[in-house]
T-cell receptor, first 114, second 110 residues
Framework: IAGITQAPTSQILAAGRRMTLRCTQD?????MYWYRQDLGLGLRLIHYSNTAGTTGKGEVPDGYSVSRANTDDFPLTLASAVPSQTSVYFC?????????????FGDGTRLSIL | KQEVTQIPAALSVPEGENLVLNCSFT??????LQWFRQDPGKGLTSLLL?????REQTSGRLNASLDKSSGRSTLYIAASQPGDSATYLCATNRDDKIIFGKGTRLHILP
């Protein structure tokens, strides 16, 4: 592993199902983020974590939950998927938030809710 | 609420030309501003990060400037190449939140 790994790469899911998107980084970064990217709306922050054991809400948190049990992993869970959650989801990390270090991104998960 | 705008949404230029991409933001109280590149079906790659105390950053053929007082940043690409074709996004960092522009889709014509 080098950088950020997201899984799955893509998924088609029936509405109402539960889904967890996985994100793992091997850079020992403290801060991690989840974004969704939608045509015409750009990238929007869903949830973030400044360090293991802490999480915070971003711009569009409703319908999503996250956990940060350790430094490397930051899973995003959709408890009951709805069609409006169809999007491309990106996980990102940086050494420390506000530390003027660039964010690193995974290649994304393309999620379709039917 | 911070708003980040990128104009134009799309741009096509012949290979070899120098070009400028624009980014504007409404709140100047930012920690830094980043420029990213996104290739189709891929994540974002950070190109340049300008701290709030800096005026510009350079990397190879890329130069990014920051004018906080006017709420503007530019990304200058010298001697453009077909491999520069991608979507370029700027993003401001403020209050633990990174706000992205919607990007400029750049196409370099061979």
């Amino acid at each position: 592993i080098a950088g950020i790994t997201q899984a799955p790469t893509s998924q088609i899911l029936a509405a109402g199902r539960r889904m967890t998107l996985r994100c793992t980084q091997d850079m020992r970064h403290n801060a991690m983020y989840w974004y969704r990217q939608d045509l015409g709306l750009g990238l929007r922050l869903i949830h973030y974590s400044n360090t293991a054991g802490t999480t915070g809400k971003g711009e569009v948190p409703d319908g999503y939950s996250v956990s940060r049990a350790n430094t490397d992993d930051f899973p995003l869970t959709l408890a009951s998927a709805v069609p409006s959650q169809t999007s491309v989801y990106f996980c990102a990390s940086t050494i420390e938030d506000r530390d003027n270090q660039p964010q690193h991104f995974g290649d994304g998960t393309r999620l379709s809710i039917l | 609420k911070q708003e980040v705008t990128q104009i134009p949404a799309a741009l096509s230029v012949p290979e070899g030309e120098n070009l400028v991409l624009n980014c504007s933001f409404t709140d100047s109280a930012i920690y830094n501003l980043q420029w990213f590149r996104q290739d189709p079906g891929k994540g974002l790659t950070s190109l340049l990060l300008i701290q709030s105390s800096q005026r510009e950053q350079t990397s190879g053929r890329l130069n990014a400037s920051l004018d906080k007082s006017s709420g503007r940043s530019t990304l200058y690409i010298a001697a453009s190449q077909p491999g520069d074709s991608a979507t370029y996004l700027c993003a401001t960092n403020r209050d633990d939140k990174i706000i992205f522009g919607k990007g400029t889709r750049l196409h370099i014509l061979p």
